[in-house]
Structure formats: C-alpha cells, structure tokens
C-alpha cells in the first residue's frame, strides 16, 4: 500500500516538474526567486549567514547543505507554532506530538532522528537557552531540553536558516545534527496583524492566535521592530477506555464511580494539553557611525498551561472524591532572553562584541488532586499543590572578528577568530510541604528537599576559521574550536568543508568533521518521582549518591563525527536541485534508560531499591511497579541518510505561477554498542527493547514532502502531500514480553486556499491532515496485557510516537492586515 502511494506520488510530481521545465516562461523573471515553502526551497538569490563566516555568501553558493524558509513560508502552514511550522517544512525536522507528564506541557523537536539537544538553535546567530522542563518520560524525546521554539513568535520572523551539517567546531556544543538560525525582521516601518482560529474535527484542540509586527524608527539610521502574540490552544482527548473502570470488581466496589461526567470516558491523558501562551519580540538596530552597529534583541513570554494526568478511582479519596478524581499538571512558565552587542572595525577588522542571558522559569502545580497520606494522618488535604519550580539560564559573551586578506588565491583568503565565556545554572526548588508529605500529591509528588538543589557551570572557548578560493571554482573552509568546562574538561573540534563548481550549472560540497555535545545540567541533576496510579518510579540524577549504588557516576560529552558530500544542480535558472548524502557517528550518546525494577518488574535488582532510598525518596506504598529512570552515556550510533531538495519555479502565463517542489530525507539510526550495563543490575540492562527502538525506529526513515504553491491573480493554493515512511516501537507491560507496534507508511494532505482582498487585506483557509489520518493503534497484543494487569496505560489506544500526531484533521481561518 505505501509502496503504491510513494510510487504514486513521486511519478506525479515528476512528471509535473518535467512539464514545469518544459513550459516555464520568462525564466528571468522574478519568480525565479521565489520560495515553494512546502519543500523548503533554497530561496534562491538569499544571503545566508549561517555556516560560514565570509560575509555576502548566497545560499546556492553555499559549501555546506542550507535551507531557507521566509515568513510566508511559516505562515502559509497555518499552524500559529513555529515547531509544527518547522516540522511541516523540513523532511528531516520530526515534531512532538504528545508527552509524558510535563513534557505534554513543552513539547519539543528532533532533527535527523537525533536528541532535540543535538541541535543548536539561534537567535540573529546568537545561542538560545534552553527550557528548564526537562522530557525526563520515556519515547524518542526523552532528555530533550532545548530552546523552546514557541517562545519566537512567528511574526517576528524574517526568515529561518537550517544548517543540516555538524557545526561544533563553528558554534560549540549541540550542534551535531545541525543549527536553527531564526532571523528576526528589522523593519523600521510598516506591519502586519493576524488573526488565526480553528480546530480539530473530531474534537477539541480549539486555537485561536493573535499576533502583530510593527516597524519603526526612533531616530535617525535606526530600526525598531516590534511584535506581539497571545494564543490560546484547548485541550483534545484521543484516550481509549481505563481498564479500571469497567473492570468487574472495581464496578462493583464504587459504584459511585459511575456517576463521573462521561463515564466510561472518564480518563484523558491521551491528548493535547490546555495553554496560553503571551510571547514579545523586539530587534533593534542602530549605525551609529559609519561600518559601526549598535543592536539589541529581546524575547519575552509566559504560559500558562495544564494537562490530564491518570484517573484516580473512588478508593483513593473517597471523603473528597467519592466519584474518583482526574488530576491535572500544572505550569506557570516566564521565558526571557537579551541581547546587546556592538559591530564595528577595528584596523580592519570587522568586530562583534555581543553578551545573551537567557532564563526559563517553570513553576509546576497540581490541581484536581490529593495527598492520600496527608489526609489518612491528618484527616485533610489541599487539592491544589505547588509542587516546585525548574530554572535554568545561561549567560553567553562572544567577541568575534574577521578580515579579508589577499594571498593570491582567486579570492581574499577570509580569517575570523572569537572567543566565547558560558554560563549555565540549573535549579530546582522544593514542593511545598503538603505536595511532598510521604509519597506526596496524586499524579506528580513535590520535589523533595533532595531533588532540590542549584548547579552550575562555566566554559571558556576559542576558535579559528579560514575560508577562501584557492582557484576560481573551490572553496575550502577549515575551522578549529578548543573548549574548557569547569565540570569536565576539555573538548577540541575540528571542520573541513570544501565546494568545487564544475560550471554555473553543477557542483559538488563536502565536509568532514568531529563535534560534541556537553550534558545539560538538567540531565545531570534532575531528580523527581513519577508516578502512576499502580506505579513509580524515581528518575534519578546521574551525579547523585543514588546512581552511584547503581554503578552510573555522572555523564561525559558526547562524541561525534560527521561526514556528509553532495551534489548542488542548477540545469535551468529556474531550477535548483540539491543532494546530499551523510553519516553521522555519537560515541557514548546520552540516552535515557529503559524501566529498572525494584519490584513488579519481570526482574528486579535490589541495587534499586537501596538507591532510592538513598536518594531520599518515599514512594507509594499501594503500587504495583517501583523503580528508577536514570540518564547514561549508554550507546554509539550511527545514522546514515539522505536529503533531497528539487524545486522549480514556473510561469504559465495567464494560467498563473507554480513553485513545485520535492523534499525528501532518509535517515537510518542504528545503535552500534550498548554499554554494558552495571554490575549491580544485572540482571536487568540499561536500555530495554523499548529505549533501543525510540532511538532506531520511532522516526521514520523516510520522509517526503511534494508540493505546489500556484499563484493566479488575487488566489494563491498551497497543495502539499507528507509522505511518512513506517516507524515502530516496542513495548512490555512488566519487561518480560514485548510487542511492537507499527504505523505504516501513510500520506498527509494539507492544503490551504487564500486571496488577496486588498493591498491591505488578505484571507485564507486551510487543513492540516485534510482527510483526517490517523496512525494505527497500539498493538493489540499489549494492549491485552495491560488490560489483563488493569494497568491505565491501556488508555492510550494511538501510539503518542506517531510522526503525524494523535489528532487528526485541523481546520482553521486565517486573516492578514498589512499596513
């Protein structure tokens, strides 16, 4: 079936490419520029700043693979999220569809199959933080703790540079899969106002988004760009039915329970979180003199969110809750980044002296809830905890700069050298004392007095870059970077990459390079219990005395090495085709473990039990399942693939313009060595079947994106079909059987129709998932056994990996003012 609708699918736009080629008029036009956002196109003609530090380098000249995405590329997706936006782009850019416990409440991203911390993502070329919310639950994302992208409002943006190539030895850590560089617009008149609004078909997932850009000057050769955006997104509810409540004996038991609104429904975790979302931008420049810049930028934004956690029967607390209760996770989030900096020369060379602090500050709640211990010892509860509070900042000062010097080579031979200082704090603070009495609130205990603690941390860095044109048709580019952290030690990168142009018409790039990734503080030191209604489990931090009775004592960087050649084709002026082959290798990867039992597991190790209680940690005593989550430098992998861009820009005369496009990436992660495991837990190991296939399996390898964006008159349509190869997981009630669960290959239609009512005014309408596809469920088999052990994960009927998400068809509407 997915092989006949690839086949399918790739035939028709080749074919249409071809009659595109054949029939495109007036091939100077400025169509040729134009940008077929349902591919990400090159952008012809763009001046890209990412990747390399020569200055006036266009992205089809580019040495290393770039894609360029403008502002109504963003836009035309209809989602109002700058990750869903990036994610409906870039074939090998996989969005979050659904978390665990609080990462539901920041969903994240993930580049080439890698951790969402293997990509570096900036702001005008400056580090962003990252959250301080932590994705600590199992699943492809777990770790993830990068700068949170919705925290850009889209309509500040100009446009976004994706760099697909290891940079560590150009940017420093994170940047092994790749770089995220978000351009914010710097109009110093003139705006825009939007309004969006929709929802999901079968339910829920109500949005309505408002956003502003206004440029102006305040004073002479100075520009002020302002932008606001308040959106709200409603809750969905995709969940089967809890295992529990139709259970004979339960029903039996409470019959109170059937009075619960929406009985047998009664549990929702299986779906989109609740939030609002306020977020502002402003990028401000000023020439003060001549060659010599003074700018800013600031980013400010805070959200209010909330999730359904695990229905709780009537025994729980029956004196509060008589018909059961649903408890929900809580947050209050403030997110703030500056940056001031000045560019100048200083004896011929250009300068950037620049200083980033970012914070992210999460105060997590529970509502809906109870201290079951509490009230049996003190005969009351709150129902609403302050269950304690994430932040994390980070303070960058760079100074860079770079001259051309003429060598005799074909070009000025251009040097750039920085130098970087970091600082990077992680914090936790305490519940309050109710939140984290004995085994503390229902659904997620207060953070205990040992999970608290504030960490930091401090690097120094250095680097070199030399690029230049040897001969007219090649360019070299080597970079050097040497780094020194207070936490552990050194780490020296380097990067060669090189480009030769056989004739306008063909190329061919390459880079060779070996890269790092330092642990962030919060996989070094997050410490929390997770429970569930019949289970918990303590995720342990790897610097802890706790890990230590485990064998784990703390976490090293990962190493990597990447390698990457393509082919860059331009057979006509208004056709730009580009592959690129490449192999990324991380030696000790950071990843999360699998379940390690203390007891109600298949196996279990003593050793965990005694770390938990190490670590301080008092769990309920009424479950079923305990143990601890810990984070490892457990593997190597190594991932190989492709990615392949082809768009044509063609002219039909009274029949309109058409941008097609093809996209395509695949990418293969295997898992080359697995650590092995320490002594005091075997027999368990550290990654189960289920942690092996979030890292191999659960993206899919392949992933294309063809498209058309036809423009006639007054209309524009944007058509893109998403073809998503299979991907799998494996999963186990108690770690003694697994199941694997497959969604097979499926195509995903989003189309969006807009007109222009005005120079001023213009209206759209859209889908995203026109026909409503939805994975496939869960394998029966485990959803058997878990209904057979009464276990509430039997209510998550659709697999939360899904590439495409649990939810279906989303509508919207959307109007823009320009002025």
């Known amino acids: 079936m997915h092989k006949a609708i690839l086949k399918t699918g790739v035939a028709a736009v080749l074919s249409t490419l071809a009659f595109g080629v054949a029939h495109a008029a007036d091939p100077a036009a400025d169509d040729v520029a134009a940008s077929a956002d349902v591919g990400a196109a090159p952008n012809v003609g763009a001046v890209i700043v990412t990747g390399t530090r020569s200055s006036g380098i266009k992205v089809e000249n580019s040495a290393s693979p770039i894609q360029v995405l403008d502002s109504a590329s963003l836009q035309r997706t209809g989602q109002p999220d700058l990750i869903q936006a990036l994610a409906q782009n870039l074939p090998s850019f996989t969005a979050q569809a659904f978390g665990g416990d609080t990462a539901n409440l920041t969903l994240s991203a993930r ?180 060659d010599s810049q003074l700018y800013a930028i600031a980013t400010a934004g805070r959200k209010e969110a909330r999730a359904f956690e695990n229905y709780r029967l009537p025994s729980r607390l029956p004196k509060i809750y008589p018909n059961g209760f649903s408890p929900k996770e809580t947050m209050k989030e403030e997110d703030f980044a500056f940056t001031a900096g000045v560019k100048g020369k200083l004896a011929g060379w250009n300068t950037d002296l620049s200083s980033t602090y970012g914070r992210d500050k999460a105060r997590i709640g529970v509502a809906d809830s109870g201290n079951v211990s509490l009230f049996n010892d003190t005969g009351s509860t709150p129902t609403n905890f302050s269950a304690g509070t994430f932040i994390a900042s980070q303070l960058t000062t760079t100074l860079e700069a770079n001259k051309e010097f003429e060598i005799g080579w074909a070009k000025p031979l251009n040097i750039a050298a920085g130098v970087e200082h970091r600082i990077d704090k992680y914090e936790i603070e305490a519940g309050d004392p109710a939140s984290r009495y004995k085994e503390g609130s229902q659904s997620y205990p207060g953070f205990s007095l040992t999970d608290a603690g504030s960490h930091r941390r401090t690097n120094q860095a250095a680097y070199v870059d030399f690029a230049g044109n040897p001969v007219t048709d090649l360019t070299v580019d080597l970079a050097a970077r040497y780094e020194h952290f207070s936490d552990f030690g050194n780490a020296k990168v380097g990067k060669i990459t090189s480009r030769y ?121 009424t479950v079923s399942q305990t143990g601890i989550n810990i984070f490892s430098n457990g593997v190597d992998t190594r991932s190989r693939g492709l990615e392949f861009v082809t768009t044509i820009n063609s002219n039909y005369g009274t029949a309109g313009k058409v941008d097609w496009s093809i996209a395509a990436n695949y990418n293969k992660v295997e898992v080359t060595k697995i650590n092995q495991a320490p002594a005091q837990l075997l027999p ?50 108690d770690g003694s059987v697994y199941h694997k669960t497959e969604i097979a290959a499926k195509g995903i239609t989003d189309l969006e129709v807009g007109y222009k009512i005005s120079t001023a005014w213009s209206v759209a309408v859209g889908a995203n998932n026109l026909f409503n596809t939805y994975p496939n469920g869960v394998n029966p088999a485990l959803l058997a056994d878990q209904r057979a052990a009464g276990d509430n994960a039997a209510v998550n009927i659709l697999p939360s990996f899904s590439p495409f998400g649990i939810n279906g068809s989303y509508y919207y509407a959307r109007a823009n003012y320009k002025f």
């Open 501 to 621: 142009d056989f004739s306008p018409a063909a190329a061919v790039r390459g880079t060779f390079s070996n890269g790092f990734r330092a642990p962030t503080l919060a996989e070094e030191y997050y410490s929390a219990t997770n429970v569930g209604p019949t289970t918990a489990f303590v995720q342990l931090a790897p610097n802890s005395a706790g890990a230590r009775l485990v064998g784990v004592d703390g976490l090293k960087p990962e190493r990597s090495t990447n390698l990457s050649l393509g082919i860059v084709l331009n057979p006509a002026s208004n056709v730009a085709i580009t592959l690129d082959v490449y192999q990324i290798k991380i030696r000790d990867r950071i990843v999360g473990s699998g379940a390690l039992y203390g007891s109600g597991g298949s196996v279990n190790s003593p050793a965990v039990t005694a770390a938990i209680k190490a670590n301080g940690n008092v769990l309920d005593s």
């Open 684 to 733: 368990q190991t550290l990654l189960d079947k289920t942690a092996i296939s979030d890292l191999e399996t659960a993206s899919p390898r392949m992933r294309m994106n063809l498209g058309a964006l036809w423009k006639i008159g007054n209309w524009t349509v944007n058509l893109r079909e998403a073809i998503y190869g299979k991907s799998s997981e494996y999963g186990s009630e």
């Open 111 to 290: 580049l080439r199959g890698l951790s969402p911390n293997n990509t570096l993502v900036l702001i005008n070329g400056k580090r962003r933080h990252g959250t301080a919310n932590l994705a600590v639950l199992g699943g492809p994302y777990q770790g993830g703790a990068a700068a949170d992208l919705n925290y850009i409002p889209v309509s500040a943006i100009d446009h976004i540079e994706v760099l697909q190539d290891g940079a560590a030895a150009q940017y420093g850590s994170d940047a092994i899969a790749g770089v995220v560089n978000i351009i914010l617009k710097s109009n110093n008149h003139g705006g825009t106002a939007t309004v969006n609004g929709g929802g999901y078909v079968d339910g829920g997932g109500r949005t309505l988004d408002g956003s502003a850009n206004i440029g102006v000057e305040p004073f002479a050769d100075a520009y002020l760009s302002l932008t606001a955006e308040s959106k709200y997104h409603g809750y969905s509810d995709r969940g089967g039915i809890d295992p529990r409540v139709v259970d004979p004996a339960n029903m039996a038991a409470y019959p109170t329970m059937f009075q619960h609104p929406g009985y047998p429904h009664v549990n929702h975790i299986a779906g989109d979180a609740q939030y609002h979302l306020n977020v502002f931008a402003a990028n401000f420049g000023w020439d003060f003199a001549p």
